[in-house]
């Protein structure tokens, strides 16, 4: 394929309002990340997936974000009654192998609570 | 715990002159960094990883264990280098990246 794909490219959601950010990532790469991006910072983790297995979700930020991978390709990054402070860039990466080696970006979904 | 410090969040160089985008780590053994690099409009994209000591679009970084750094250089900057740069290191369970806050570089004409 052409590459990480994330959707919606931008999202507005009032704050209380659930989302669901989706990745699908390149084709035959087992491992799958989740990052934050604030504004003027770098990406932070968030969690990851080795095929379908959530294997560290310890930069999660609370209770309210949840991730799956439930075939082990698409993945779904979902924020429950957002708040302003959720409001970022949320990245997709994935690689071929375990995590260490290159990773590849998808374009990100920007998350924009009011 | 795993740290990587960018110190300048700007960075303005003429074309042909020399650049040095600095980062500092903070890491507890043998660490196995990467510069990343985002242009305009593009996706962050993998630049460089010390591991393979590779020279990638003409730059190159040293792993200097002595002063915990690892700055990425170029000999003569192109106008095409403009681009916000990365430095990031493995932490946690090894697997995931820290990243640095990143230096927005401008090579101006």
């Known amino acids: ?114 | 715990a795993q740290r990587v410090t960018q110190p300048e969040k700007l960075l303005s160089v003429f074309k042909g002159a020399p650049v040095e985008l600095k980062c500092n780590y903070s890491y507890s053994g043998s660490p196995e960094l990467f510069w990343y690099v985002q242009y305009s409009r593009q996706r962050l994209q993998l630049l460089l990883r010390h591991i393979s000591r590779e020279s990638i679009k003409g730059f190159t970084a040293d792993l200097n264990k002595g002063e915990t750094s690892f700055h990425l250089k170029k000999p003569f900057a192109q106008e095409e280098d403009s681009a916000m740069y990365y430095c990031a290191l493995p932490s946690g369970s090894a697997r995931q990246l820290t990243f640095g806050s990143g230096t927005q570089l401008t090579v101006l004409p």
């Open chain 1, 1 to 114: 394929g052409a590459g990480v794909s994330q959707s919606p490219r931008y999202k507005v959601a009032k704050r209380g309002q659930d989302v669901a950010l989706r990745c699908d990532p390149i084709s035959g790469h087992v491992s799958l990340f989740w990052y934050q991006q604030a504004l003027g910072q770098g990406p932070e983790f968030l969690t990851y997936f080795q095929n379908e297995a959530q294997l560290d979700k310890s930069g999660l930020p609370s209770d309210r974000f949840f991730a799956e991978r439930p075939e082990g390709s698409v993945s779904t990054l979902k924020i429950q009654r957002t708040q302003q402070e959720d409001s970022a860039v949320y990245l997709c990466a994935s690689s071929l192998g375990w995590g260490r080696e290159k990773l590849f970006f998808g374009s990100g979904t920007q998350l924009s609570v009011l």
